[in-house]
């Protein structure tokens, strides 16, 4: 679960300069709101899944420990 939650996060953030871009050119976001949807659905389903769910403070660690997991 704290993998699906690091990358819907990263997914969620990679997707807003996409929508500022788009609406600079008065362009309809379409991808990246889509982009931003799925974002935003992997992290809800993975702190409903977790008992207790997240906290803020718990973020930092949960990105430093999928790090720690790639490398």
Do not use: C, Q
């Not at 704290?2 to 300069?17: K, N, T």
């Amino acid at each position: 679960m704290d993998s699906l939650f690091v990358i819907g996060l990263f997914i969620a953030v990679m997707a807003v300069p996409s929508i500022v871009s788009a609406w600079s050119d008065n362009e309809v976001p379409r991808v990246a709101a889509i982009v931003l949807i799925l974002g935003g659905g992997m992290m809800v389903w993975a702190h409903t899944h977790k008992p207790g769910g997240y906290h803020f403070d718990e973020i930092p660690h949960l990105i430093y420990k999928l790090v720690a997991k790639i490398i």
